[in-house]
């Protein structure tokens, strides 16, 4: 296959995939419509979709995600040229090295932080869950 068949093998691809996920879209906004109309209560806003959420949650994992390969793109061209080493070269592995390194530290640290929420929010609500059987069970006594 040549060049110009694979961009209209390509376009056609996109084409049916929006496509698609328009009929997908407009398909839950009829839902959302009909719903309001049976409970009035029900907002008429269609929910955000699964790849929106997805990324609002993890931002900044694929921001690390995407400079990180960036600079592990720049550090092999780097390593891979022939030219003798000079002070602007070893400069130039050094920032490579140091921002692959630092994404790597960034997107570490906030799914540490968001695991440790997570577990802080489960303990809160235990605390509260053990808080009402004590409340419970001191009503039983009387």
């Not at 496509?19 to 209560?41: G, N, T, Y």
């Not at 799914?111 to 869950?129: C, K, Q």
Request: net charge positive.
């Amino acid at each position: 296959m040549n060049v110009s068949a694979w961009i209209t093998l390509f376009g056609i691809s996109v084409a049916a995939i929006v496509a698609l996920s328009v009929a997908s879209m407009h398909r839950k906004q009829m839902r959302q419509i009909e719903l309001h109309r049976a409970d009035p209560s029900v907002p008429v806003t269609p929910p955000p979709h699964r790849t929106t959420l997805f990324i609002k949650r993890n931002w900044l994992v694929l921001w690390c995600l995407l400079f990180g390969a960036y600079d592990l793109v720049l550090l092999l061209t780097h390593l891979n040229q022939t030219t003798p080493v000079t002070r602007r070269v070893v400069y130039d592995l050094i920032t490579d090295v140091l921002g692959v390194a630092s994404m790597v530290a960034v997107a570490l640290a906030d799914l540490t932080l968001r695991g440790t929420s997570r577990a802080l929010s489960v303990l809160e609500r235990m605390i509260d869950v053990m808080g009402a059987m004590s409340e419970e069970l001191k009503s039983l006594r009387k």
